[in-house]
C-alpha cells in the first residue's frame, strides 16, 4: 500500500486517500519556509563559494541560528539540513559531500572532523505506527573525533572524545572515546592513542 491509498473501512480493496490524515507533513510551516530560504542561501552563496572562504559559509551558517566556534573549516560541497539545529566548538571540520540530516540539534566538539561524503542522519521513521511518524534524536560528536570519509553515523548514535569510526564504515551503536571502529555495523578494533603535547 503506498502513501496515496488507504485500507477501506468495511474491508476489501484500498481506496483514495482524500484528506487522509496520515499524510501530513512533519514539519511546521514555519520549519518548511525555513528550510526553503536556507536551501537557497546554500544554492547562492555557500555552495559556490571559494574552498577557502571557511569564514564566509561559518557567517552564513551563522545567520541561520548556528552556534559555531572559530576556526571551523565546512566546505563549499558539505550540506547542513538545518543551520539552527547546528553547534560546534572551535576548528570543526566538514569535508565536501558532507551531509549532515539534523532535524534536531548535533553537536560538535573542538577539532571534530567530518570526512568526504560522510553522512550523519539525525532521524528516522517509526515504521510500525501507520502514521509513519518521523523521529528525531539529539547527537553529539566529541572532541577530537573522526568520522572518516564515506561513513555513516545512524539515527541516536553519538561518538566519544577522540573516537575514529573508519572508512566507509556504518555506526549504529555509541562510540566509546579513543577507540577505533570500522565495518558495517561498525565493531571496535582498536585504541586510539593519545599523542602528548
Known amino acids: 500500500m503506498d502513501r496515496h491509498t488507504t485500507k477501506n473501512p468495511a474491508g476489501g480493496t484500498p481506496t483514495e486517500a482524500a484528506g487522509d490524515p496520515y499524510l501530513r507533513p512533519a514539519f511546521s510551516r514555519g520549519n518548511q519556509v525555513r528550510r526553503l530560504l536556507w536551501q537557497l542561501c546554500w544554492s547562492t552563496l555557500y555552495r559556490i563559494s571559494p574552498r577557502p572562504m571557511h569564514s564566509w559559509r561559518a557567517w552564513l551558517l551563522r545567520c541561520f541560528g548556528a552556534r559555531m566556534g572559530p576556526n571551523c573549516h565546512f566546505y563549499p560541497g558539505s550540506r547542513i539540513w538545518a543551520p539552527w539545529n547546528l553547534v560546534c566548538a572551535d576548528q570543526v571540520t566538514a569535508a565536501d559531500g558532507v551531509e549532515i540530516y539534523n532535524p534536531a540539534p ?30 528525531t534524536y539529539s547527537m553529539s560528536f566529541g572532541a577530537y573525533s573522526w568520522v572518516c570519509a564515506r561513513a555513516s553515523v545512524a539515527p541516536g548514535v553519538s561518538l566519544g572524545e577522540g573516537a575514529v569510526l573508519g572508512l566507509a564504515s556504518v555506526a549504529t551503536r555509541s562510540l566509546e572515546p579513543w577507540t577505533v571502529y570500522a565495518g558495517a555495523p561498525a565493531r571496535r578494533i582498536k585504541d586510539r592513542r593519545r599523542s602528548t603535547m
Not at 573542538?110 to 561524503?117: D, F, K
Not at 550523519?120 to 501507520?130: E, F, I, K, S
Open 106 to 135: 548535533m553537536r560538535f566538539g573542538s577539532h571534530a572532523i567530518v570526512s568526504q561524503g560522510a553522512y550523519l542522519c539525525g532521524a528516522t521513521h517509526n515504521y510500525d505506527d501507520p502514521a509513519f511518524p518521523l523521529l
